[in-house]
């Protein structure tokens, strides 16, 4: 019997000891992973890293009474004492009537083959000698590279098992590999640091060492003598890696949880318009390799591909079977999170939106955490680069851009087809037509 088989059949265990124990419907995941990470730094190895974990988490429900509890330990007794615990737990837990597995007819019952498990072959010895090549080859770029403060090689491999007590049992496995390098550059007494990295399910994927040390040394050189500019109105770029937070802000507004608080600023906004009309959004879990696909989601409810917004329109919310029955409405398979949301991208890449965009600001990253998913207000500080004849001219630091949410989406006048597809969030950078800047 192979690993995966092992897995389920503890699931399967667990699920029918919790029915002995008077569950009315209960729920398991179990997972199993194993990594390897290695940091270079300084021309030698500084840690080697290698995790092996098993995960078990149980729900039970007594009527809609709900209890969930955790274990390390996957052995029979430790499964039974979970099981145990969560029963007890759900004894003096108040009930509540939107409790409870979804609808039978919810649930996945045809499952793609995605194409997320590749595992990549990698020694100890091969992973250390890529990080220090990794680092030796980003220090070389430029004179003004002082420092790298790490070169990564990680490779995650994990086997997923969810079942309830409808009659669902199902095994996935998927892996995840990984390159990035952290570097210091110093011109004139002041120093920058910057990074890159490349995530992808298959190490074949990956951008080579090479070029991860290339892209991680111009970006963060070309951060030095970086300077503040006059507080003003002035449209804005935001590059495809700081995009991708745009994109989650709109989606925890549009999550159930947000939503029956009365805690988002999109509540009600159904079939209304919220962004831009030449805006449209997609969920497709069925991306192959996609960092984000998946057939189902964390309560086994099957996904689905469809338009959130079409037209700037919002179509759809994100919502678990529990979020959907306090807003009377049916889950959209989204418990545990959206599944490659795609934003579709225009005919110009960056270098175009630049141009078009003509002087403006260029954002490379943002810093805090000042967004109010209640009223959509946004500000965060930023740094990147002032551009004028759609040309960058110096970068910046030391500035804040401001607005709000509902006006930043309804703002978008075009998305770039830089396409950045490391995450769940898949887009390109993205201009706006006016934020405020704060600056000197």
């Known amino acids: 019997m192979n690993n995966t088989e092992k897995l389920k059949k503890s699931v399967a265990f667990a699920l029918d ?6 569950a009315d419907q209960c729920e398991m995941a179990l997972s199993h992973s194993t990594g390897l990470d290695v940091t270079a730094r300084n021309a030698d190895v500084e840690t080697v890293e290698f ?11 007594l009527g809609k009474q709900k209890a969930t509890a955790g274990s390390s330990d996957t052995s029979q007794e430790a499964i039974k004492s979970t099981v145990d615990k969560a029963i007890e737990i759900a004894q003096h837990m108040q009930a509540d009537e939107y409790a409870g597995l ?8 045809q499952f793609k083959d995605l194409d997320l498990f590749h595992p990549w072959d990698l020694s100890f010895d091969k992973a250390i000698e890529m990080a220090v090549e990794l680092e030796q080859l980003a220090c070389k770029q430029d004179i003004r590279i002082k420092q790298c403060d790490g070169a990564h090689v990680v490779s995650h491999t994990g086997t ?9 049992l199902h095994a996935s496995q998927s892996t995840r590999q990984s390159l990035s390098c952290v570097l210091i550059a110093e011109e004139d007494g002041k120093m920058q640091r910057d990074y890159w990295y490349d995530c992808k399910r298959d190490a074949l994927d990956l951008f080579s060492i090479e070029k991860i040390a290339e892209i991680a040394a111009q970006r963060t050189t070309r951060r030095l003598n970086a300077k503040s500019i006059k507080t003003q109105k002035s449209p804005v770029v935001f590059d495809a890696s700081t995009a991708a937070g745009l994109l989650s802000s709109f989606i925890s507004a549009i999550s159930g949880g947000a939503l029956y608080r009365k805690s988002s600023f999109l509540c009600d906004h159904l079939n209304k318009q919220v962004f831009a009309p030449h805006i449209n959004i997609q969920e497709d879990p069925f991306v192959l390799k996609g960092l984000g696909s998946g057939n189902y989601d964390a309560e086994g409810v099957r996904t689905q591909q469809r338009d959130i917004v079409k037209d700037g329109v919002l179509q759809g919310y994100v919502l678990s079977s529990y979020s959907a ?18 934003i579709t991208p225009g005919e110009h890449d960056l270098t175009g939106l630049l141009q078009t965009m003509d002087k403006g600001l260029y954002i490379t990253e943002l810093m805090g955490q000042g967004v109010n998913i209640i009223t959509g207000d946004y500000s965060r500080g930023a740094t990147g680069f002032w ?25 978008i006048t075009a998305v770039g087809k830089d396409i950045d597809d490391r995450g769940n969030i898949i887009t390109g950078s993205i201009l706006l037509s006016e934020m405020m800047i704060a600056g000197s």
Do not use: C, W
């Not at 979804?102 to 019952?109: D, F, G, K, R, W």
């Not at 029955?325 to 795609?342: K, Y």
């Open 387 to 411: 551009v004028e004849n759609g040309q960058i001219q110096y970068p910046v630091e030391g500035i804040t851009v401001a607005g709000n949410l509902r006006d930043m989406f309804k703002n």
């Open 102 to 109: 979804p609808e039978q007819s919810e649930l996945a019952t």
């Open 51 to 61: 995790t092996q974990d098993k995960g078990l988490g149980v729900t039970v429900f």
């Open 17 to 22: 000891y919790a029915k002995t124990r008077g």
């Open 160 to 168: 997923h098992v969810y079942g309830n007590s409808m009659g669902f």
């Open 325 to 342: 029955r306090r807003l009377g409405m049916q889950t959209t398979g989204n418990a545990g999170g959206v599944h490659n949301l795609m």
